[in-house]
């Protein structure tokens, strides 16, 4: 944060970015190349491990489009299957959440055992010809389990979660993601493209701009400071502005204090800096966390089509109280600002569409401090496969030297 705010330009050698195409935001074959190779290759959250604490709960999970559930086996395994029967295709199961000692299909009974899948049982099964049911399982998918945050993935080759996570979960032990429990969840749809809702996430660049409040920022994006990590993950650090730091009694932006929340339970293992700085990361591809000690939310982007997005966010936090009962008033007040805030940013979404889809938008100009998002695009291409891309579609491969290792 120091070099950053001390540099006039960008570091010697710095790479000269390209315009992103505007294609990749627009296209009906950028889309289609996301569909077919980036999500189905791609760790994306599906709910908590506390969701489903017993044998046989299960819940739905079908924000990636292909219906699936992940059910908590006899073994205390979560394990996720597609939610779809083998027979004709019903849903296994209807109800988004529940307790089902069997996967019964709800059509014609088709029944699958919850730890295997197996096919256990078909009603009139004599009447099917040569009806092998070792071979009409439940199909399964890659679920692994991060401090309680449940991942899954399509792709039986992928690496693993922890894998793609780098350095993340040691850098984020200290939230102790375990004993968190989800305060509330928020839901938007946006009529924008998802890559502009989850860029919105990646700078501060906007900040002052979008998010003043009377006149003043809270942030100062001079001193920002970005972590590119492996797999298009990432980092940023941004120092308090000055009307912001001394209000928590700081004397200079690197003035870190123990600031510990009023009204909240504290996370007492969070670090200092955390504590007077806004510090985000960002998992590929799809999730963002403003982390901090009293809690915080995770925002995720999920494609419903090319112009079409539904923005979650679900905090997270240590719990004296049961959400279920109502929210605290300190709560419901932190929700409230943060709503606010992403108001703000939504505001700006979906008129950006349009006017990007405008022959008046030839390309997207990135600067050194937007580098998250050029990496972001960079991981994109390499999940498609670079040779799938059309040429003018594609984002060199820039930053590699730059990547925290
Ligand atoms: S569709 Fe599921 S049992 Fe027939
Ligand atoms: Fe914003």
Redesign the pocket.
Known sequence: MHYEFARTVPPAGFPKFHDIPVERFTSDEFWDLEQKYLWPRSWVLAGRVEDIPNVGDFFTFDSLGPPMLLIHGRDHEIRAFYNTCQHRGAPVVRDPSGTSKLLRCQYHSWSYDIDSGQLVSVPDERDFVGLDKSQRCLPTLRCEIWDNWIFVNQDPHAVTLLQHLGPIPDELAELQGSSLRTVAKRSKVIACNWKITAE??LEVY??RH??SRGGQSLLDSRGATMGLLPNGCSRMITPFSSHAYQALGMKNWDDYLHVAPKDFTDIESVNDMVRSTSSAYGIFPNLITPIAAYGFPFITFWPIDKKTTQIEWTHYAPLDFDPKQGLTAPWQERMTSFDA?MQ??FWNMAPMQNSIQSPAMRGVPINYQERRIWHFHEHIDRLIGIDNIPTTMRVAQLLDPYVER
């Open positions: 919105a996430f906007h900040f979008i998010h805030i703000e940013d």
